[in-house]
């Protein structure tokens, strides 16, 4: 079946501008996650989703990002009055659930955001 | 609140040599713990995973990792290199909520 998919692939926007990104669960999945890997780095956590809601966003650097589910499956990340720092490829997962026991995350490719 | 320390930014190993790559996690729960890897401009693959059980654990291509609670180690290691083995590889541990934190990453180098 299809996978954890990302659109879009790669965005190159400029400093100051608003960007979403858009992440596709597989079907079924109720828990969504977003990461941010800066070059070098390891995937930072931002948030995660439990069906619609928020279950944490403690990963979110500042109130320039956003993120959204408003169906429960669909998600968009939102970044406000982008920055060069913002720079980097964006992963989304998704799980069965969340929960008392282990559900693989199955990532997705990412975006590749690039701030000029 | 848990945390992945993965020792080595750069490990270099000759092809047939033994990989070692280091990791110590840090959790106030009973942790669950991955080994993933990425390819250039590839994304995350998970190589293998302890959750519970049989502390060693035998992932894909040959690699796998012993959880060690009493070191709060979860070392990774293959038997012998082969050059597709160059890659990123990631230590990451989740708690049972599937909250999961990654480390900075080793990248391998296999030479011939």
């Given at each position: 079946g299809a996978g954890v998919s990302q659109t879009p692939s790669n965005k190159v926007t400029?400093?100051?501008?608003?960007?979403?990104?858009?992440?596709?669960?597989i079907s079924g999945h109720t828990a969504l996650y977003w990461y941010r890997q800066s070059l070098g780095q390891g995937p930072e956590f931002l948030i995660y989703?439990?069906?619609?809601?928020?279950a944490d966003d403690s990963g979110l650097p500042n109130d320039?990002?956003?993120?959204?589910r408003p169906e429960g499956s669909v998600s968009t990340l939102k970044i406000q009055r982008t920055e060069?720092?913002?720079?980097?490829?964006?992963?989304?997962?998704?799980?069965?659930?969340?929960?008392?026991?282990?559900?693989?995350?199955?990532?997705?490719p990412g975006t590749r955001l690039t701030v000029l | 609140a848990q945390s992945v320390t993965q020792l080595g930014s750069h490990v270099s190993v000759s092809e047939g040599a033994?990989?070692?790559?280091?990791?110590?996690?840090?959790?106030?729960v009973p942790p669950y713990l991955f080994w993933y890897v990425q390819y250039p401009n590839q994304g995350l693959q998970l190589l293998l995973k302890y959750t519970t059980g049989a502390t060693l654990v035998k992932g894909i291509n040959g690699f796998e990792a012993e959880f060690k609670k009493s070191e709060t180690s979860f070392h990774l290691t293959k038997p012998s290199a082969h050059m597709s083995d160059a890659a990123e590889y990631f230590c990451a541990v989740s708690d049972p909520n599937n909250d999961m934190r990654f480390g900075a990453g080793t990248r391998l180098t296999v030479k011939p």
């Amino acid at each position: 079946g299809a996978g954890v998919s990302q659109t879009p692939s790669n965005k190159v926007t400029e400093k100051g501008k608003y960007v979403e990104l858009r992440c596709d669960p597989i079907s079924g999945h109720t828990a969504l996650y977003w990461y941010r890997q800066s070059l070098g780095q390891g995937p930072e956590f931002l948030i995660y989703f439990q069906g619609t809601g928020a279950a944490d966003d403690s990963g979110l650097p500042n109130d320039r990002f956003f993120a959204v589910r408003p169906e429960g499956s669909v998600s968009t990340l939102k970044i406000q009055r982008t920055e060069r720092g913002d720079s980097a490829v964006y992963l989304c997962a998704s799980s069965m659930s969340s929960g008392s026991s282990y559900n693989e995350q199955f990532f997705g490719p990412g975006t590749r955001l690039t701030v000029l | 609140a848990q945390s992945v320390t993965q020792l080595g930014s750069h490990v270099s190993v000759s092809e047939g040599a033994l990989v070692l790559l280091r990791c110590n996690y840090s959790s106030s729960v009973p942790p669950y713990l991955f080994w993933y890897v990425q390819y250039p401009n590839q994304g995350l693959q998970l190589l293998l995973k302890y959750t519970t059980g049989a502390t060693l654990v035998k992932g894909i291509n040959g690699f796998e990792a012993e959880f060690k609670k009493s070191e709060t180690s979860f070392h990774l290691t293959k038997p012998s290199a082969h050059m597709s083995d160059a890659a990123e590889y990631f230590c990451a541990v989740s708690d049972p909520n599937n909250d999961m934190r990654f480390g900075a990453g080793t990248r391998l180098t296999v030479k011939p």
